[in-house]
Structure formats: C-alpha cells, structure tokens
C-alpha cells in the first residue's frame, strides 16, 4: 500500500527576516516548509502534484499575492492559499477570499493564528468534500440571520464604518453594535477575514 506523499507548507514573502521567521515557526511543528522569495519562484518550483498548502504574501514585487492566487487558479494547482498582509481592510478581504483564498491575516500575527489556519488549510486539503460541507453550514448560518443583521452584514461586507452602517439604516450606532456581534456569534466567526470566507462560500445570499 503505497503511502500518501507529506503536506508541504510553501511560504512566499518577499522579505527575507518575514521568511525565516515563518520557517522556523512551522518547522518546530514539524511541517515540511519550502520558503520562497517571490510567487515567480514558487511556481517554477511547485509540482501540479503536491499536497499542501500556500502562506504568501500580499505586496510583493512582480507578481503579487493576488495575482498568485489566480495563477494558481488557472494551472489547477490544488493547493489551498493563506494571505497574510500587513495592511488588511475589509476590500481586500473580500477580493482574495473571491479569489480563493481560505484564510486572511494580519501582521503581525499570533504564531498560533498562523498554525490554527495552516492546520484548517491541511484538513480542507484532505477532507476534499470539505468546501462543500462549509458551503452547507454557511448557508445554514445565514439562514439563521435577521433581516436587520442580514442588512448589517452586507454593510460590513462593503467597509462601511458602524456610524455609515446606522445612518443608512436609520438606527443608532449602539444598535448596528449589538446586530454586529450577534452576527458573528450565528456566523461562528472570530475575525472579520473568517466572517468574509464564510460570506463567499454562498455569494448568492449576501450581495456585496
């Protein structure tokens, strides 16, 4: 019986020092890490083939995070991507996770964070149905949404600031608040990257 080939853990950051660090981290968790100085070198490198996973970052010289992400899409390698970066909004949480991405972090970053989404990642990877079943369970959760908390993460979604959110709807700040964090208690999301990946899974019930 032949044996499953190991997860690779591919890390792409144009600085050196963010590199290291990364390596070493992952590597004292005992996974195996191929770390690369630009998204050019980890596709010269990567076989269609592999099992594994991508942290990359999202500015970097040549091709960037974002155009890696839809390179990878393109030559069907079947690798689930993290983007890290150190200027997050809610914009470019929604346009890598509608790209593909599985998981967005801000630096600096817990290392816990990092190795909770490698691990997520690695599991998406072997689950296969995975995606499907998350699909399954977002759409449950949306489901169990008010209309107002509905109406309250579309403008989260957007960007809009709390104080845009309630003068739009016509209620106090304080009111988009408690909607706010009700909604992510029924979405089961922690961050604001986490809340926008369970929203793409089902991009036809919420609009943005």
């Known amino acids: 019986m032949t044996s499953a080939p190991p997860a690779i853990v591919h890390v792409i950051d144009d600085d050196a020092a963010v590199r290291d660090s990364l390596r070493l981290l992952l ?3 005992d996974f195996d890490v191929r770390a690369h100085a630009s998204a050019r070198d980890f596709l010269s490198s990567v076989e269609p083939s592999e099992v594994g996973c ?3 970052d999202v500015r970097m010289p040549g091709v960037t995070g974002l155009e890696l992400l839809a390179e990878i899409k393109a030559r ?3 690798l689930p991507v993290i983007v890290i970066t150190a200027h997050a909004d809610v914009a470019l949480a929604v346009q890598a996770m509608k790209a593909g991405a599985v998981d967005l972090l801000e630096k600096p970053f817990d290392g816990d964070a ?3 989404s490698v691990r997520q990642a690695l599991d998406l990877r072997v689950e296969g149905a995975g995606v499907r079943s998350e699909a399954s369970a977002a759409r449950d959760r949306l489901a169990s949404l008010t209309s107002r908390e509905r109406e309250v993460l ?3 979604l957007e960007g809009r600031p709390n104080k845009i959110i309630a003068h739009e709807l016509g209620i106090s700040v304080r009111t ?3 909607h706010r964090a ?3 208690v029924k979405m089961r999301a922690k961050s604001l990257s986490e809340l926008v990946r369970i929203s793409v899974l089902v991009p036809r019930a919420v609009s943005f």
């Open 27 to 29: 590597q004292t968790e």
């Open 54 to 56: 991508v942290v990359t």
């Open 76 to 78: 069907r390698i079947d």
């Open 114 to 116: 990092l190795l909770g």
């Open 154 to 156: 579309v403008g989260v």
């Open 176 to 178: 988009v608040e408690v």
């Open 182 to 184: 009700r909604l992510m």
